[in-house]
């Protein structure tokens, strides 16, 4: 099993710069990627951007991509994703998930809030 915890959220004003970061706890050899999805009120959660631990696998949604950057620390094993130029389209619920190289998205962090106001 593995816990995933999210923090970083806030409040934040448009054009400025939020970093989330997921700290994954446990043991199952088979995660492979890790990714960060975003649920806005009353709309699906929908992928916002992925990373395989090697960090040859990079991907993210076409609406954040210049804007938003994914990373992560072997050693911490944390995920993070750093926010910049936020706009209120942003606002959402941000999610960690982990899943195996052609699994489903197996495990779950709690959500943090981003709230980006105009």
């Known amino acids: 099993q593995v816990q995933l915890v999210e923090s970083g959220g806030g409040l934040v004003q448009a054009g400025g710069s939020l970093r989330l970061s997921c700290v994954a706890s446990g043991r199952d050899s088979s995660i492979y990627v890790m990714g960060w999805f975003r649920q806005a009120s009353g709309k699906e959660r929908d992928i916002v951007a992925a990373?395989?631990?090697?960090?040859?696998?990079?991907q993210y949604v076409d609406s954040v991509k210049g804007r938003f950057t994914i990373s992560r620390d072997n050693a911490k094993n944390t995920v993070y994703l750093q926010m910049n130029s936020l706009e209120p389209e942003d606002t959402a619920v941000y999610y960690c998930?982990?899943?195996?190289?052609?699994?489903?998205?197996?495990?779950w962090g709690q959500g943090t809030q981003v709230t980006v106001s105009s």
């Open positions: 998930a982990a899943r195996g190289r052609a699994s489903d998205w197996r495990y």
């Open positions: 990373i395989n631990w090697g960090g040859g696998y990079i």
